[in-house]
């Protein structure tokens, strides 16, 4: 599977070649460098959207082929109880 990342853009210039990129792997579209849409085959997002795969077992697939970076969280988030 190829994850695809594209602007939007790009998306409104070349719908056909996102179109074919989906038929290897979602297409992530950004808006002003945040992904804001995904552009799935209909066959992917009727095998997710059934609820037959859990993000875990699609996270898992031998043959996925992506960059998870969940962002680290700053200081100052965690506070101690306040006991008073």
Known sequence: ???TTIT???F???T???KKAAAK???????????????LTIEDYMRL?????SLAD???QRD???????PRLGSGLIKPANLD
């Open 1 to 3: 599977m190829t994850v």
């Open 8 to 10: 939007s853009r790009e």
């Open 12 to 14: 409104n210039q070349d």
């Open 16 to 18: 056909s070649g996102a």
């Open 25 to 39: 792997g979602p297409v992530f579209i950004t808006d002003r460098g945040q992904p804001a849409h995904v552009l």
């Open 49 to 53: 959207s059934k609820g037959d795969v």
């Open 58 to 60: 699609a996270l898992a």
């Open 64 to 70: 996925a082929d992506f960059d998870f970076e969940p």
